[in-house]
């Protein structure tokens, strides 16, 4: 993924603030309310304290008094609103955040997907855009309103004082100065608090998902060693960017109260040696001088609080600004079109560009044929089956679908004519009608208990206390791994798709079972295309065409008994099957 800079993070994050107009417009008004009350009070003020000590209670008091009052509760209600209207605004934000993202990496390639780690990536959902909220919030809370202080009360103490102004002027960028080197320090370290905590992330979700299989290898305590150096590292980096983040504030208050005196000092001074400086004009600028200078305590607190932030956004953005899988297909395949005839023509592929792992591979597969795809652990079984479904492109080649060329068609209409079993199972959050109707929505009750029942998924459903309606949680964690197969192998009953592709689909599910499935799949591949990628070599003897694949080649193709005549490496598979068996 790209990375991007500080200030290209900070344009698009004012690119998508400003999609949300009415709000930020609000916002904006009611930032400039409440810097212009706040200045107005001080001036109220030093009038009270002049009045008082000139003439005493008198008419014109009470007058300037209900002011201030008035001018106290309309700015407590102002700021009473305005956090209401940035909570509204970033909240607005980040829930379009979300869903972009979310969006956004279902356009990604299997490649990209398959590179980042879940865990990695529900960081960057969650964890960083929550911070991005936190880091926003106190923007706007602290930071627009701080800024526009500093600048109204520059100009309202040039009305009071050009040289104490000046004086002020000279005296705070030692506040920005400090602030600035803190948070270049604390940026670096932030952004390695975030990276760190993705790494955290991504162990625990490993940690809990595959719980199973870190017992059996007894690896706990390697795994636990593994989150120990994890949480060192988010350890180091996390109180690193604090300490340096954390001394922002009291440095800046610090200089800012040294500031305060002198000029206090030099106000009394001056009023001391005859000057036209009034005592309530006077206490009108020291206020001024707290509404000054108090924004850049804030605003130093802000800096710190927004390079976490900015790193959180830069991750983020980083997912969008991707490259998404380039949509070459412009025909949509519709259902009665196929067929069912698939040939590859000089097919070279391979996961990295100089690995290549098929090499100009040609088959003719004839419609209607089941067609099953034997050999070792990474000879590039499952590699056909990406590439026939568009997950990966050919790097040469191509690959004909009745004779047309697949990249023709658009992606989604290509799948829609596959259904798909693998080995491994995934279930949603939801009923059980839900998840056998997952690939078909509109199914009717009906049909999802057909094709519950013709995956033999029936018997056990009906034990459920809720049958069709009982809800699963944890991805169907109640139910056993057999039982959750089951229920992937009831969706393409469901669909009923025109190319079947069965890989291990029934490597969890017990022999008794095995044999009903493998009965309903003969009556559901009749007169389909079907690809069937298995280990036990004793369930696809009936194949129309085994491939054997070796190292991305296809070494023998044929029929059981055409291949265990001619005694090659289908023949050395069964009898390696036969033995281990026995």
Not at 105 to 113: N, Q
Not at 291 to 311: C, G, H, M
Not at 442 to 460: C, G, Y
Not at 516 to 527: E, H, P, R
Request: aromatic content about 8%; proline content about 3%.
């Amino acid at each position: 993924m790209k990375r991007q800079t500080a200030n290209q993070t900070l344009k698009r994050l004012a690119i998508d603030l400003a999609s949300h107009p009415f709000l930020l417009l609000l916002a904006f008004l009611g930032t400039i309310a409440q810097v212009a009350l706040s200045i107005y009070l001080p001036i109220l003020i030093g009038q009270v304290i002049d009045q008082v000590l000139v003439a005493g209670s008198s008419p014109v008091f009470w007058q300037i008094f209900i002011q201030m009052i008035l001018v106290v509760i309309g700015n407590t209600l102002v700021q009473w609103a305005n956090p209401l209207l940035y909570n509204r605004l970033i909240f607005s934000y980040t829930r379009d955040l979300r869903e972009r993202i979310i969006h956004k990496l279902h356009r990604l390639p299997i490649a990209f997907v398959n590179r980042q780690g879940s865990g990695e990536m529900v960081s960057r959902v969650t964890t960083d855009i929550e911070q991005l909220a936190a880091g926003l919030t106190m923007i706007f809370n602290q930071f627009f309103i701080g800024v526009l202080m500093i600048l109204v009360s520059i100009l309202a103490m040039l009305q009071i004082h050009l040289l104490m102004t000046l004086l002020v002027l000279l005296l705070t960028p030692l506040s920005m100065v400090i602030s600035r080197f803190i948070a270049k320090r604390s940026y670096h370290l932030f952004q390695k608090q975030t990276e760190t905590r993705g790494i955290q992330t991504q162990l625990i979700e490993e940690s809990l998902s595959q719980q199973t299989i870190i017992q059996s290898f007894n690896a706990q305590t390697e795994f636990i060693q593994r989150l120990h150096e994890a949480n060192a590292n988010y350890a180091s980096y996390s109180q690193s960017a604090i300490f340096y983040s954390s001394t922002v504030n009291p440095s800046t208050r610090f200089v800012n109260a040294l500031i305060y005196a002198l000029l206090a000092g030099v106000g009394a001074y001056r009023i001391m040696m005859g000057s036209t400086l009034t005592i309530g004009r006077l206490v009108t600028f020291l206020n001024y001088v707290q509404q000054y200078t108090k924004p850049f305590n804030d605003i130093s607190s802000v800096l710190a609080e927004l390079q976490s932030a900015l790193a959180c956004a830069e991750r983020v953005y980083a997912v969008l600004e991707s490259p998404e899988v380039a949509e070459t297909g412009k025909e949509v395949l519709t259902s009665d079109q196929v067929k069912g005839a698939i040939s590859f023509k000089h097919v070279s592929f391979g996961y990295h560009p100089e690995r290549i792992l098929i090499k100009d591979l040609s088959i003719n597969i004839p419609a209607g044929s089941k067609v099953a795809i034997v050999g070792p652990t990474g000879a590039g079984k499952s590699t056909l089956i990406n590439l026939l479904m568009r997950f990966y492109p050919i790097n040469s080649g191509d690959i004909l679908l009745d004779g047309q060329s697949i990249y023709d068609y658009t992606r989604a209409s290509l799948r829609q004519q596959f259904g798909m079993v693998l080995q491994e199972t995934w279930l949603k959050q939801g009923t059980i009608h839900d998840n056998i109707a997952f690939g078909n929505p509109d199914a009717s009750r009906e049909q999802v208990i057909a094709a519950a029942k013709a995956a033999n998924a029936d018997f056990f459903i009906q034990q459920l206390p809720q049958e069709y309606d009982t809800k699963l949680e944890n991805a169907g964690e109640s139910l056993s791994v057999g039982q959750a197969q089951l229920l992937t192998i009831a969706r393409v009953f469901l669909a009923i798709p025109k190319i079947l592709i069965l890989d291990e689909a029934t490597s969890s599910i017990d022999t008794r079972t095995e044999v009903l499935v493998q009965d309903a799949f003969a009556k559901l591949m009749k007169g389909r295309t079907s690809f069937i990628i298995a280990h036990r070599l004793s369930t696809i003897q009936d194949a129309d065409l085994i491939l054997v694949l070796v190292d991305g080649d296809i070494v023998e193709y044929g029929n059981h008994q055409n291949l265990m005549a001619r005694k090659g490496k289908y023949y050395q598979m069964q009898k390696a099957a036969a033995f281990s068996s026995e």
